[in-house]
């Protein structure tokens, strides 16, 4: 071991978005980065991971995924490290179909048929509604929907809607925790309209707008998934290679589009105050 080593030697740190039901895809790309095993089991060491949401809808096997990233969560904790998700604007559908959707007690309701035709239109799928489990509601309504960690604040959707919920990361997981589980259906359906939101960085105050956030809720950085880089800068899904940092460096965008054709990119992030050498 050479002398100069740093005497803390910090894990590596990534985040991915936006798997939507692609399972198989979700555990090759974490094995290609050495994270989980072919089977699936969490390798990754002391390794910290972040999942940003949206494991249903458009895709096979949303369950699937919740399983997989409910499995690697304990085993990353077993071994040092850590898997973090958080919740997306299709889990916020999936758990208002499951509870308030037309086969639901309440499914004669207008936000039962408005529940029911949004979850038909964005690619639900009827094999995930009948597998949820009362652990897999459990974990998903347990989900915080902002996380701050060190210099990154990291939201699924690239809004400015949490702060409808409030003014800090512990108030804005709280009110969005109470509303999934409130059993009021207007407030389930506020959850799903308002992280479904996008955009607000993109335009010329997009940096302004992003600081404003940061300066409220912490963090230096934003990274989101939600908005597809496909769409951010216009090019085929199968030309998107890699994140796109933008609004002056102030944010980070990480979906990669994969249920439009695109990649799931697993993207390291460095550690706070750390810069790359050369
Ligand atoms: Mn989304």
Request: net charge negative; hydrophobic share 40%; proline share 4%.
């Amino acid at each position: 071991m050479s002398s100069d080593a740093p005497s803390v030697r910090q894990s590596r740190r990534f985040v991915l978005s936006d798997p939507h039901g692609h399972v198989d895809v979700l555990r090759s790309v974490l094995a290609d980065g050495g994270l989980v095993d072919i089977d699936g089991h969490w390798v990754g060491g002391d390794t910290r991971l972040f999942v940003l949401g949206d494991f249903f809808d458009r895709g096979p096997d949303g369950v699937g995924v919740v399983d997989l990233i409910m499995r690697v969560e304990k085993e990353a904790a077993a071994a040092g490290g850590s898997v973090a998700s958080l919740l997306g604007n299709h889990e916020a559908l999936t758990l208002g179909m499951l509870r308030f959707g037309s086969g639901s007690p309440t499914g004669e309701s207008r936000l039962a048929q408005m529940f029911s035709s949004s979850w038909v239109r964005n690619g639900g799928r009827t094999s995930d509604q009948e597998r949820l489990t009362d652990e897999h509601v459990a974990w998903l309504t347990g989900l915080p929907s902002i996380i701050v960690d060190d210099d990154l604040l990291l939201l699924h959707s690239d809004t400015v809607e949490y702060l409808a919920w409030g003014d800090t990361v512990e108030v804005i997981n709280a009110a969005v925790r109470a509303a999934l589980t409130s059993g009021d259906a207007d407030d389930a359906w506020l959850c799903w309209q308002r992280l479904t939101d996008r955009y607000a960085f993109m335009d010329d105050d997009g940096a302004a707008v992003a600081r404003d956030l940061t300066t409220k809720l912490g963090g230096s950085r934003i990274v989101h998934g939600h908005s597809i880089l496909p769409d951010l800068l216009d090019v085929a899904p199968t030309d998107v290679t890699g994140p796109w940092s933008y609004a002056d460096g102030m944010v980070l965008a990480i979906d990669g589009g994969l249920y439009a054709g695109g990649p799931l990119l697993l993207v390291e992030m460095e550690p706070a105050g750390v810069r790359p050498s050369g």
